[in-house]
């Protein structure tokens, strides 16, 4: 009876100490994953925040920037992801498409930011472009 109770005692603080090393393997992924989208939202709000936004002035400063950003085990540099959001916002006629595009290449832009953020980063990247200043033309004529 005594070696049934030594076992039974082990067994319990046995497992006892399994599962807090899996609460500590899930505590570390949650911080990656809002690392991740701290590093998101610290990208676009330079963006946002810049009222006098101008892309190659931009893309001139991520150049030097040693920050990657993850998504679907693709790695991005924030030059490329600069050159992604103007190519998106280049080759979209309209904010639906531009929605599209960064859905397929970098989904984690729908989950960390709102509606209204996403169409301001439409707006700062489509301007610029051939294309808006046709659209201007045409609208202002």
Same mark, same amino acid.
Do not use: C
């Given at each position: 009876?005594?070696?049934? %109770?030594?076992?039974?005692?082990?067994?319990? +603080? /046995?497992?006892?100490? /399994?599962?807090?090393?899996?609460?500590?393997?899930?505590? /570390?992924?949650?911080?990656?994953?809002?690392?991740?989208?701290?590093?998101?939202?610290?990208?676009?709000?330079?963006? @946002? &925040?810049?009222?006098?936004? !101008? +892309?190659?002035?931009?893309?001139?400063?991520?150049?030097? /920037?040693?920050?990657?950003?993850?998504?679907?085990?693709?790695?991005?540099?924030? !030059?490329? @992801?600069?050159?992604? @959001?103007?190519?998106?916002?280049?080759?979209?006629?309209?904010?639906?498409?531009?929605?599209? @595009?960064?859905?397929?290449? +970098?989904? !984690?832009?729908?989950?960390? &930011?709102?509606?209204?953020?996403?169409?301001?980063? +439409?707006?700062?990247?489509?301007?610029?472009?051939?294309?808006?200043?046709?659209?201007?033309? %045409?609208?202002?004529?």
């Amino acid at each position: 009876m005594k070696n049934l %109770i030594l076992i039974f005692t082990l067994l319990v +603080y /046995s497992v006892s100490l /399994s599962a807090q090393d899996y609460a500590a393997v899930l505590n /570390s992924n949650s911080r990656t994953a809002s690392k991740i989208e701290k590093g998101l939202n610290q990208f676009t709000s330079d963006i @946002l &925040l810049d009222e006098e936004f !101008k +892309y190659r002035d931009f893309l001139r400063q991520s150049k030097t /920037s040693k920050v990657n950003f993850h998504s679907n085990g693709k790695t991005f540099t924030k !030059k490329e @992801l600069t050159k992604l @959001l103007r190519k998106s916002a280049r080759s979209s006629g309209t904010y639906k498409e531009f929605q599209e @595009l960064l859905e397929n290449t +970098y989904p !984690k832009f729908l989950r960390v &930011l709102s509606d209204d953020e996403m169409h301001l980063l +439409y707006e700062r990247f489509r301007k610029g472009t051939f294309n808006a200043y046709i659209q201007n033309l %045409i609208e202002n004529w």
